[in-house]
């Protein structure tokens, strides 16, 4: 549900641009979603879209087209690893196995306990510094050797006491 609270940040992003081209902010609409919802819903693609003046499907293309938006709910961690091809050079494929048995889940799926979702993705710009993930979306982590995954996820689940 869109509060009037998530519309008035909408406006906020919507000033910044020219009143003809208030759909530009449809991917700070999106991000608002996200950070209210943790995913982004059909429904609320259809707000946005009613709101920005801009048919249904330009939301959804937007939505689908990038993968930091989640069309389905996602674990409080999204771990998000680069298997493109210089990650793959230097173990990205690997990281990504490792951390699917440390889970218990196969890429996609989230931990019963609904702690993390696993994901693959494409280059995060940081080739020198491979295998790479990012977490949430937000911190990107260099040189995960099974080691630094193996500390990233156990310090992880002490946060939340798990």
């Not at 993390?116 to 020198?128: D, I, K, S, W």
């Not at 977490?135 to 260099?142: A, E, F, I, Y």
Request: net charge negative; proline share 4%; aromatic share 6%.
């Amino acid at each position: 549900m869109i509060t009037e609270a998530t519309k008035a940040r909408f406006a906020r992003e919507v000033a910044k641009y020219p009143p003809e081209q208030k759909q530009s902010a449809v991917m700070a609409c999106l991000s608002i979603v996200q950070q209210e919802e943790g995913w982004v819903s059909a429904e609320s693609e259809a707000v946005i879209a009613e709101y920005l003046g801009m048919p249904q499907i330009a939301v959804h293309e937007v939505t689908t087209f990038y993968n930091m938006y989640n069309q389905q709910p996602v674990g409080k961690y999204k771990l998000n690893v680069c298997t493109n091809l210089p990650c793959q050079l230097r173990d990205g494929q690997k990281a990504l196995h490792h951390l699917e048995k440390k889970l218990g889940v196969s890429m996609g799926e989230t931990t019963v306990d609904g702690l993390f979702t696993l994901q693959q993705c494409e280059c995060l710009g940081a080739c020198a510094d491979a295998p790479v993930m990012l977490v949430n979306d937000r911190t990107m982590c260099s040189f995960m050797d099974n080691d630094k995954l193996d500390q990233l996820v156990d310090g992880l689940r002490a946060a939340e006491g798990k």
